[in-house]
Structures are given as C-alpha cells and as structure tokens.
C-alpha cells in the first residue's frame, strides 16, 4: 500500500474541491439564471473535459504549463520551478477537468428552485444576498455536494490527464491512480489490488452519498 | 376616497404592450380583470418591482418605486409590497411560521416569532406554524402566502390570482377571509382575476384590461352593465336583451324613451337619434318582482306580466322567467321571496326594472 500516494490523491481532491467549490456556485447560478450571448458556448465549453480524451486534455494542459507559455513561464518566474510536472499543475489541471462534474449538478439545482420562489423572497425583504443565503443555498445545497463528491471521487480516480501533466514522481505528482499502475506495471499484484479495492470502496460510497441526496431534492419537490 | 395609497401610470410597446394609468385610494379593493395575456399579471410584476416597463411611474403616498423620467427603479426588496404569487411560492424548506418570519426582516429579531405567530393566528392557522408547506392543503398555504404578504406591512398587497388553484368550498371561505382582512387593513388590495364572480364578490371597483389598456373602469355594477366589452359579455351574469327604439327624450328629467316589445322602458338620457334602433340589456339580478305595482319608487320601469316558469339559479336564488307580452325576461330573486310572493307559474306580477344597460345599435 502506498500510503504516499493515497495522501497525495487526498489532498489533490480536498484541493481540487477547495477551489472548485466557488467556481461552482458562482458558474452554475450564472448558468442557470442568467441569460446572455454565448450562454451555448459556454455550456459546452463547460462540458468539454467530458467528452475529450483525458489525453487530449492533458496534452494542451502540458503545452499551458510548459516553460514556453505565458502561464507556465510567470509561475516559474514567481516560485523559481516548472508549473509542469509539480503538485501544483496538477491541482490546476484537475481543477480545470472536474468543472463539468461540479458546475453541472450545481446548474441544475439552481435551475430546479422556482423562479417565483426566489421573487418571492425579493418581495418579501430579501436583499440578492440574503436571497442567496436563505433561498437558493439551502434549495440547492444536495446538488451542490452531489457536485462536490462526484469531482472528489473523480479526482482521485483521473489517471490519463495526471500522467501527462504530472508524471508520476512521488510525492509530488504520483497519485493512486497512478500507482495502481506502476504496481501492476512491476508485477505486484497484491499492493495494486489492495488500492484498487480501496478506490472501488471509496467509489461505492460517493455514489450512495450522491444517490441520497438526489432523493432527499426529489421527496423536497414532491 | 382620499388621497391616493398608490399611482400606477405605465406605458411600453413591448413585448407586453402597456398603456394605462390607474390610483388606489387606501383601504380600497380594486380588481384588475381581462383576458389572459391583457397583461394584468404584468402589472402586478412592475408594481412589486419584479418587471421594470419601458416606461411610467409608480408611486406609493410619498415614497416614488418607479419613474422612468427619474431613472427611479427601487429593487423589490426595498418597495413595501406585498404579493401573493398564483402558485403561492412558498419557501419550501421552511416552516409556514419560517416563511412568514422571513418576511418580518424590518422588524426587531426577537419580536419576529411572536409576530409571525400573530399573522398565521390572523389567517385562521395556528397550530400549524410548525409544518412545512408540502404538508399544507392548498388553502392553507394560501393562507400562508397571505400572512408572509402582509407580514412587511405593505403598502399594497397584490394578490395575483390566488383563487385559481382551490377548489370552490375552499375559495369561500378564503373569500370570507379577504373580507376580514380588509376591515383591518389601511392598505389596498390589488386583486388580478379571470373571474368576474371573484370580482363581484371581493371588489369595490374593477379595471377592465384588454392588451395592456383599461377599456373599463368603475364599480361592479357599472361594469358588470359593459356588455359593449367581450370579456364582460362573457363574464356576466344572466339577464335579457331586448331590440329597442328610441321613442322620445326627455330632457327636463334627464331620461329617454325606448320602445321595446316588453313595452315602453326609460333610461338614463341617451345620445341618440329619435327612432335609433338599439340593443338593452337588463341584468337579471336588477329585475325586482312585485305582486301589485308599488307606489313611491325610485325605479322607472314596471312591467305587467305573468310568471312563465321557475328554475334554480345561483344557490339560494331562482331564476324567474317572465312573460311581458312577447318577451320573456329574466329575474333572480331569492328562494324566500318566491315563497312569500307564492310564485308559480301562472302567477301575475309587476317586474320592476332599476337597470337599462345599452349594449350597442341593433343591426
């Protein structure tokens, strides 16, 4: 068991989740209320990392990160090392990855709150924020968890795009996923079994967690 | 009726198209009434702040919501309005006292419990402060939706059809509700409705709306008489229209002549040639039936006739066809007064008329 990388695959789903989580809220809501050019654009720009081979994605994430780009250049400007290759550029990748895992369930929950409910809570005294907080938030919140654990558990099962923007150097960027392979790749069976066995269990319980919260939405709205 | 509670003055060509001006005088109970798509719940949306119109004012008393001239558009939550949405719109995931309670947010924390608590006791609710609205009955969420309405002190309270959903038994007794609600309440209410027996029973003026325009505006009765207007034909209650002449105006009583087969009628002087031929109107509810002609009148038109048959009207009332000469013409009266008159068919009578509506030149 490599306990390295089951910490590493961790803190890259607490990490990703972190900042996924604002970007959530704030796409999903502006994706389910508000009306604009290139709402169709953005929606499928927002779905793209499912539908691209994760080989794909990571291969134009490596160019980004590289030492050539604008982004991977400032990042080695400021901390002196390559965005590529470093836990960093694999929490950004990841992040960039698991938006249609977390920002479609929060779209969706927004969308599913009436809109005379949350004008009703304009009449009723509640300031945009406050509507927020007391209406929308508390309405969308199972949606807004079903999102957080689906990019949690995918985190940490992504292989393709983390092999090529990260590698597989431990501590830094070798994940489980990745280690699973190099186990299997240096004939122990056992230890990539025991992993493997791990992320199933893990996989099982985000989706009952996500299950019972879709049912709690569907008995509220029933 | 003093000085206005509330101005509403709107005009826009789209996509709703909008023309009209109207004032609600404090403590009144006015209904806006028309077609679906006359834009009456557009209305309500832009005084609530919901929907801003190209361009227009509204004002309450003093405090200005909406001025197209001034750029002025104040944001819902800051127009002391209260709605009551047609689906209610209650907060789902709170409790019927939680959704009034997140209403009173003018008023001190700790007093807005017992507040809410006063409201839902107000709306016939207590002991239910605690569910949740999917554990209401269509009624009392409405009754709830009532309470978080008034619960910001409004200036108005706008009531967006808010019978449609209900059955009848319990669209009554919401009905008495509103009637309480009014005796205490220094606001106006501002009723939208497709149902002119809502209007007749909760309204003390209505705004005939017909694409975004008022084509009538006035008390019930008035209006009720406006069969010239396809909504209210539609609407309205039974009576009998007769093909008219005019026979004579009489200036010096203010009134004119009209041959009818009925026999002669008068009316409110009317604009019109001698020898025009039109078409009246008498609403059934205004034809008062007597067993011997009465002396000291204020109505013009009594009618001989006899009684041609009896049917069962609106509950409590019957519809009396009478026979006056050719023309049978239409009376409700009560159940009680067929008793006491001991009418049957057959029986003779004097049909009093109060009301002559003119619906339009006869073809």
Redesign the interface.
């Known amino acids: 068991m490599d306990w390295e990388a089951f910490l590493l695959s961790a803190e890259l789903g607490l990490g990703t989740v972190v900042g996924l989580t604002p970007l959530a809220l704030w796409l999903g809501r502006v994706l389910a209320y508000r009306s604009f050019r290139g709402k169709g654009v953005a929606e499928a720009l927002v779905a793209l990392p499912l539908l691209l081979p994760p080989t794909v994605v990571g291969f134009y994430l490596l160019l980004a990160f590289g030492r050539d780009s604008p982004l991977g250049a400032a990042f080695e400007a400021v901390t002196g090392r390559l965005l590529a290759f470093s836990f960093e550029g694999l929490l950004l990748a990841s992040i960039l990855v698991n938006i249609p895992f977390a920002v479609q369930p929060a779209q969706r929950a927004f969308e599913s709150i009436e809109p005379s409910v949350r004008e009703a809570g304009a009449v009723s005294g509640l300031s945009p924020w406050q509507v927020f907080l007391r209406i929308e938030l508390p309405l969308a919140w199972p949606g807004l968890v079903t999102g957080i654990v689906l990019a949690f558990a995918h985190t940490i099962g992504e292989f393709g795009v983390v092999l090529m923007v990260g590698g597989s150097i431990p501590g830094e960027t070798r994940t489980v996923a990745i280690a699973i392979y190099d186990r299997v790749q240096a004939f122990d069976d056992r230890g990539a079994g025991i992993m493997a066995a791990t992320l199933l269990a893990l996989s099982v319980l985000a989706l009952a967690v996500t299950n019972t919260l879709a049912r709690r939405i569907g008995r509220r709205h029933g | 009726m003093g000085e206005a509670a509330l101005a509403v003055r709107l005009r826009q060509e789209g996509p709703i198209p909008l023309d009209l001006a109207f004032t609600l005088a404090p403590g009144e109970v006015a209904a806006l009434f028309g077609p679906s798509g006359a834009g009456k719940t557009t209305v309500l949306r832009a005084i609530?702040?919901?929907f801003r119109a190209k361009a227009g004012r509204i004002a309450a008393g003093e405090a200005v919501w909406f001025c197209s001239e001034s750029d002025t558009f104040l944001?819902?939550?800051r127009r002391a309005?209260?709605?009551v949405?047609?689906?209610y719109?209650?907060?789902?995931?709170m409790t019927a006292l939680g959704n009034v309670a997140?209403?009173l947010?003018?008023r001190p924390t700790a007093r807005r419990r017992a507040e809410a608590l006063a409201l839902l006791a107000a709306v016939g609710l207590e002991g239910l402060a605690d569910r949740r609205p999917?554990e209401l009955s269509g009624g009392q969420r409405q009754r709830v939706a009532i309470a978080?309405?008034l619960?910001?002190d409004p200036a108005v309270l706008l009531l967006d059809e808010p019978f449609a959903a209900l059955d009848r038994a319990v669209r009554l007794s919401l009905y008495a509700e509103v009637e309480r609600l009014r005796a205490r309440l220094a606001c106006p209410i501002l009723l939208v409705t497709h149902d002119f027996d809502e209007v007749a029973r909760l309204a003390d003026r209505v705004l005939v709306l017909e694409a975004g325009r008022i084509v009538a505006e006035g008390d019930v009765g008035a209006v009720a008489a406006r069969t010239d207007i396809a909504v209210i034909a539609a609407a309205a209650e039974p009576g009998t229209v007769l093909d008219a002449t005019v026979a004579e105006h009489l200036p010096e009583r203010g009134l004119t002549r009209l041959d009818t087969p009925a026999g002669p009628l008068l009316c409110p002087v009317l604009d019109a040639a001698i020898g025009a031929r039109l078409r009246v109107r008498i609403p059934a509810r205004d034809v008062i039936l007597a067993d011997r002609l009465p002396e000291g009148l204020s109505v013009h038109n009594a009618l001989r006739g006899t009684v041609a048959s009896l049917a069962p009207g609106a509950p409590g009332t019957v519809a009396v066809s009478v026979a006056v000469g050719p023309v049978m013409l239409a009376a409700q009266v009560t159940q009680d007064a067929v008793e006491r008159l001991g009418l049957s068919p057959g029986s003779p009578v004097v049909a009093l008329v109060k009301s002559v509506a003119v619906t339009r030149p006869a073809r």
């Open positions: 609530a702040g919901l944001p819902p939550h309005v209260g709605l949405f047609q689906d719109a209650l907060f789902p995931h997140a209403a947010g003018h999917a978080r309405a619960a910001r």
